[in-house]
């Protein structure tokens, strides 16, 4: 927050020789490995544009990154381009006029449109007719089950709905050394009733069960109270039976193999290169459905994009610097150095990336799962309304004390309330 008030540096100016170059600031992830390839990228490109020069810097420590880029928009002390728009934040920046449209340069149309799968373009752009934000990756959420306690429990594949998991559960939850106490389960979420943490248990499952719908129409609340009501009961068996654990773990519980399944993205596949131990088989599947359910397996996409700020004195150039980090090239350098997925059409079969795939085939599930992916709805105070949520998950799934159609009704309700505060 100090590097905030003191502002971030962008402009022109003349070196030693009296050239005329453009001065970039552009803020990256705090990950290692997306710094990593920003770095990478930064450099490539300040050798190859001697007139249009970037620093590169992580995305100000704080409490979350939509905090630290709304504070900067207050401040006036925004970058120039940013790689980590998460775009339930764009309806807050964009209506404090903080980012340009990108679809007033020229060129926009024909990127967007030869990158971004069909399916997925509209879902970025904004209710006034522009986008603000250049699509960039995405990390669908996934089941990562660990293979041989799923094969112990007669599954040869993973189990694709409620009913299925339900019934490996019981196979798999366990107590392995006679004390009394369970010490296998079949997963694991935490259970803090913390909002961002609802992305990857009930709103992904939302996502699965309704069949790609998210939480608004709109600027409209839509909530299914029944595909909500089959999300919560989901959840509350899997607590109340004993499969899940109300509990939170030191380290990893899935390689020291104390549970058997894990809702992450893409980006966990390098941590467990890292940290798995020698004979740990595990792969990757779609996400559990209601029973009965048909079509598509749809989860949460956790999107991050790229904007550029309506503070820079350099729009042409800082658009071009945007263009760049979705290359062919850039998205290559992405899925090797950080497993996350460019939102890229094409992408299994484009010859880029043939030999990625190649030596990687367990990205090849989450490539496939990006066109089925739900997002955030352009709505203000989106996190308060995913806070309203986490708080009944917590009544009603954890601990039961609440039934899940009641807890469906209070979300709702709530997040009436506080859609009513913000118009």
Known sequence: MVLLAGGCGTGGSRDSDGEARVRLTYWSSQNPQEREIARI??????????GIQVTVQPLPAGQS????????????????????????IVADISRAQGLLALDEFP??????????????????R????????????????????????????GFEVPPSTYSEFLRAARSITADLDGDGSIDRWVGYRDIQPIWHQRYFDYYAFYAGASGGRSLFVADTLAIDPTVSTQVFSFFRDLYEGGHFPRT??????F??????????GPWNIAWLEKNAPAGLEYAFAPLPVPDGYEGPVYTYGDYKNIAVFSSTEHPAEAWRFASYLVSKEADLLLMEKATQMPIRRDLLVDSTFAGFFAGRPEMRAFAGQVEATVGIEEVGSFAEMLDA????????AVYGVRSPAD???RAIDRMRVIQEWNR
């Not at 990228?41 to 001697?50: F, G, K, Q, S, Y």
């Not at 209710?127 to 089950?145: F, S, V």
């Not at 390689?255 to 992450?264: K, L, N, Q």
């Not at 949520?389 to 009603?396: K, L």
Request: glycine residues 4%; proline residues 7%.
């Open 407 to 409: 807890a469906t009704r």
């Open 126 to 153: 904004s209710r006034d007719g522009h986008t603000y934000q250049l699509p960039w990756k995405a990390n669908p959420i996934m089941m990562q089950y660990n293979v041989q306690m799923f094969r112990d429990a």
């Open 255 to 264: 390689i020291s193999a104390a549970i058997a399944t894990e809702f992450v």
């Open 107 to 124: 060129d926009f149309d024909s990127l967007y449109q030869s990158r971004i799968p069909v399916g997925l373009q509209d879902r970025f």
């Open 41 to 50: 990228l930064v450099d490539a490109w300040n050798t190859d544009h001697p």
């Open 389 to 396: 949520i986490a708080q009944q998950f917590e009544a009603s």
């Open 65 to 88: 990154s939509e905090e630290v880029l709304l504070a900067a928009v207050a401040a006036g002390t925004t970058p120039d381009i940013c790689s980590n728009i998460w775009p339930g």
């Open 248 to 253: 939170k773990f030191q380290g990893s519980p």
